[in-house]
């Protein structure tokens, strides 16, 4: 037991390793999991297309129709959404394709809203967030970066540090002041910016990490749409950050 509890310490913030190792203990001694219904790389892939597919649909809507409850009822449903599956993983097949609507309202509709201050704006962010993912992909198999217990406790303390300035920016937003630099223009705004979406990109490294320990620890197979889910909350984040410094360097021109 030993052994796997290495892998289930310091994971992707949504992929806790009390998740994972509580749904592995099932399989192991409740006798449910029945050969055939446990975990696999290929069976996450595939469920993370299905979820690509249902934001990229609800997305469209979103960009069509732009609206501020598409916006945050995105935005703040997919969070409740994913703090539901998080306390139960076995509900991933139904709450993982919720959360990706969900999203893609929210998607669609910041889409928009830079859309409209920029053209082609979308375009180029979506290239360059499909180009991290492949090189991420690239490093991650190469072996470049190795994805040991120091290297996810660095990340995920590093996540939790951008979350917890992006709540306190937004707090206090609600009494109209604004963090400096944060998301602003200039030098340090742009490195500000670049270093978010260096932690969002190395959370992929996490995400693929958990594709292949779910399979090889024999995981659930309901599990692969929490892992689907996890990459997926991973591309959105790193998706907004390269629109927002792409919005953010055209500025300073």
Do not use: C
């Amino acid at each position: 037991m030993s052994r796997r509890k290495g892998f289930f310490e310091s994971r992707n913030p949504v992929m806790t390793e009390k998740a994972y190792s509580q749904e592995a203990y099932k399989n192991d001694h409740d006798g449910a999991i029945q050969y055939g219904e446990t975990m696999t790389v290929q069976g996450a892939v595939n469920k993370t297309f299905l979820l690509t597919a249902i934001l990229l649909m609800t997305a469209m809507i979103g960009f069509a129709s732009p609206n501020p409850i598409f916006m945050w009822g995105g935005a703040i449903g997919g969070l409740i959404v994913v703090f539901i599956a998080a306390s139960n993983p076995s509900r991933s097949p139904m709450l993982a394709p919720i959360y990706a609507g969900l999203e893609g309202f929210f998607v669609g509709s910041i889409s928009a809203m830079y859309a409209s201050f920029m053209n082609g704006i979308i375009f180029q962010a979506v290239t360059l967030t499909i180009a991290v993912l492949f090189m991420m992909l690239f490093v991650y198999k190469a072996g470049i970066i190795k994805v040991t217990q120091k290297f996810r406790a660095g990340i995920v303390m590093a996540t939790g540090a951008v979350l917890v300035v992006y709540l306190f920016s937004w707090v206090l937003s609600m009494f109209s002041i604004n963090v400096p630099y944060l998301h602003e223009g200039g030098t340090i705004g742009m490195v500000i910016s670049l270093v978010i979406i260096g932690i969002a990109a190395l959370n992929l490294l996490l995400d693929f990490d958990n594709f292949e320990k779910g399979e090889k620890y024999n995981a659930p197979s309901y599990m692969e749409w929490f892992s689907a889910m996890g990459l997926l909350i991973t591309l959105v984040w790193l998706y907004v950050e390269i629109l927002r410094f792409i919005a953010i360097f055209s500025s300073s021109d």
